[in-house]
């Protein structure tokens, strides 16, 4: 199977630059570890601790899904940009393969990589802080999974633009303002919101730490619009960025001229 | 037997200047094949349109009109099919990964073709060995030399085990010794049977390796020959004239405009290139109206750098006259 070998090649690839880099990683590690801890120690700090740790488990799950998503969404079109500098951008258009599953197999390797991180880390702090939240994992992992599909959707639309307009840091920044916002608009106040990536998945986790919902409770809709969403977002996503590569050939982009 | 590999069929590309808004015709009408086994020069000045004609055949860039066929693919109409065919290095060392080391590098460019480690491990073990990288295996691109980086760029296309290589200028910015490494391993691997294609500025290259040669100028192509006829054709027609005296300043004049690939050594070596035969008459009569003295008069041996600015310099020729 190619696509495994592809998956392995740029996962072994990540790994590498994690390690070459350790002050990097160790840095990154570090600043997550404080955040969770500082969060679950201000369960103690805040008021009536009956009330706050349904909060606090919310503030930490949307954070996990908001840094996990941001990642997801900038780590293809921030690939394109990176590569396009070093150079070694046409030599990965040289794939038969072709290219928009090295970049799929890049951000795997990356998420498989970062989610491990982040989901020890948070295990860590609960420990470090003897705080222990009830986390519902098998539920809240499968919502995330499933909305991080469509958000890779998206991620291949900015990867589209990059590979055109090579810079687009600007339009990043201004994309997880949206992002953030998003995050805390209840989908009761806005429906139309379903028909956005990543609401539905952020909607059904604030659910499941609040309200305390189960697999049980959320209806069968609840589920095929979180999945319809997110294979429709990845579907467009590709298809988008498939277009924008063929202006980019046509254009002569992917060079350095 | 001769089988054609790679069919380059009226290839044509223009760019608008991203800053001037200006049309540039890059590529203008390009045929060519190549047959399996062949290692083909393309040449040309700098702008001639090489890097676009090279980035075409695998498809980088999408033509604008025209197209490319590798082993009966159309690269237009099944861009990875036909890529299954090919390995190129395209910008040289700037091709690697210089964060990675020089084993690295291999491994991950294998696998981004869908090819496991272990699969390639012997192979990759013979390529180190035999581009003498094998010491340095664990050394970060970055702390290579130039040459060293330029051999692994080239050993990663030839682990890609593809049937056609695209090499464009792999011997730019080598000194006299790398370039030298560099060319004998090209021999190796035409020898091999790979089929090849260089563009390059750098004359030793084609002379040692490429039977033929496809000149482009201004995105045309002007001479598409074997090495070795081109070489016939001007050695004939291209004479070092021992002179008596000087020349004066109205000879000198008239000759260049006469004869514009002439050289004079010392105001009394005369080295001239006659576009035809019967211009040698010209050239006596030029010289006999001063009295001039002519000692002797040889053919030279002339070098394919020679060949390539005279055909440079006759379709420059050609084009002032068909604008007169
Ligand atoms: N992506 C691009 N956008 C706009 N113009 C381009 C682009 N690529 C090439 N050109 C222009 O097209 C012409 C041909 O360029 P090309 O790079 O193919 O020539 P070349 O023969 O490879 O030259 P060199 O010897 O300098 O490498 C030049 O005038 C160049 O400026
Ligand atoms: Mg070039």
Redesign the interface.
């Known amino acids: 199977m190619?696509?495994i070998?592809?998956i392995?090649?740029?996962t072994?690839?990540e790994f590498?630059?994690m390690k070459?880099y350790l002050p990097n990683t160790l840095s990154m590690i570090a600043t997550i570890y404080i955040i969770f801890l500082g969060m679950l120690l201000g369960i103690n700090v805040i008021g009536d601790p009956a009330q706050a740790e349904a909060n606090i488990q919310h503030v930490i799950v949307n954070y996990i899904f908001w840094y996990l998503t941001l990642v997801t969404l900038t780590n293809i079109g921030f690939t394109i940009t990176m590569e396009a500098t070093?150079?070694?951008l046409?030599?990965?258009?040289?794939?038969?393969?072709?290219m928009w599953k090295?970049l799929l197999s890049r951000l795997i390797g990356y998420m498989a990589l970062h989610g491990v991180i982040v989901v020890g880390l948070l295990y860590l702090s609960m420990a470090t802080a003897n705080q222990w939240l009830y986390l519902k994992p098998d539920l809240t992992l499968t919502i995330l999974l499933i909305t991080l599909v469509g958000i890779v959707g998206v991620g291949f639309m900015i990867a589209g633009a990059s590979v055109i307009f090579k810079q687009i840091q600007a339009f990043m920044q201004i994309l997880q303002f949206i992002l953030a916002a998003l995050a805390f608009v209840p989908l009761s106040v806005a429906p139309i919101l379903i028909l956005a990536p990543f609401v539905k998945g952020v909607d059904m986790i604030r659910h499941v730490m609040i309200q305390g919902y189960s697999w049980t409770d959320f209806t069968a809709m609840d589920y095929t619009a979180l999945i319809v969403n997110s294979v429709v977002y990845l579907f467009i996503g590709i298809f988008f960025y498939l277009k924008c590569e063929?202006i980019a050939?046509?254009?002569?982009l992917?060079?350095?001229y | 037997m001769e089988e054609i590999l790679i069919e380059v069929k009226g290839l044509k590309k223009g760019y608008k200047k991203r800053k001037t808004k200006e049309w540039v015709q890059a590529v203008n009408d390009v045929n060519f094949t190549v047959k399996r086994g062949e290692i083909l020069g393309l040449l040309g000045p700098n702008g001639a349109g090489k890097t676009t004609t090279i980035k075409m055949i695998c498809g980088l860039i999408v033509p604008d009109e025209g197209e490319v066929v590798i082993n009966g693919i159309t690269m237009q109409k099944n861009r990875l099919k036909g890529l299954e065919h090919i390995s190129a290095v395209l910008e040289g060392n700037r091709n690697l990964y210089w964060r990675l080391t020089a084993r690295e590098n291999l491994e991950y460019f294998a696998g981004n073709r869908g090819n496991s480690r272990k699969e390639k491990a012997s192979e990759i073990e013979e390529l180190l060995h035999e581009f003498k990288l094998k010491q340095k295996e664990n050394e970060l691109v970055s702390n290579l030399s130039r040459g060293m980086q330029q051999k692994l760029a080239l050993a990663v296309a030839l682990l890609a085990d593809s049937d056609v290589i695209l090499l464009d200028e792999p011997t730019l910015g080598l000194d006299i010794e790398t370039g030298y490494e560099v060319r004998q391993l090209l021999k190796k691997i035409s020898e091999a049977g790979k089929t090849i294609i260089i563009s390059t500025h750098d004359m030793p290259v084609v002379q040692d390796l490429c039977e033929r040669t496809v000149i482009i100028n201004d995105g045309k192509v002007i001479a598409d020959e074997k090495v070795e006829e081109l070489m016939n054709l001007f050695e004939t027609s291209a004479y070092v004239l021992t002179l008596g005296n000087e020349l004066t300043e109205q000879q000198q004049k008239e000759l260049d405009v006469k004869f514009p690939m002439n050289e004079l050594l010392d105001g009394m070596k005369l080295t001239i290139t006659l576009e035809q035969d019967n211009d040698i008459y010209d050239l006596m009569d030029l010289l006999k109206k001063e009295n001039t003295i002519i000692e002797k008069i040889d053919r030279t041996t002339i070098n394919f750098e020679e060949v390539f600015m005279n055909l440079i310099q006759e379709e420059k020729n050609h084009a002032i006259h068909s604008i007169n």
Request: hydrophobic share 35%; charged share 25%; net charge positive.
């Open positions: 190619p696509f070998q592809l392995k090649a740029n072994r690839m590498i630059e070459r070093r150079g070694t046409e030599q990965l258009y040289m794939s038969p393969l072709g090295i063929k050939m046509s254009r002569g992917l060079g350095n």
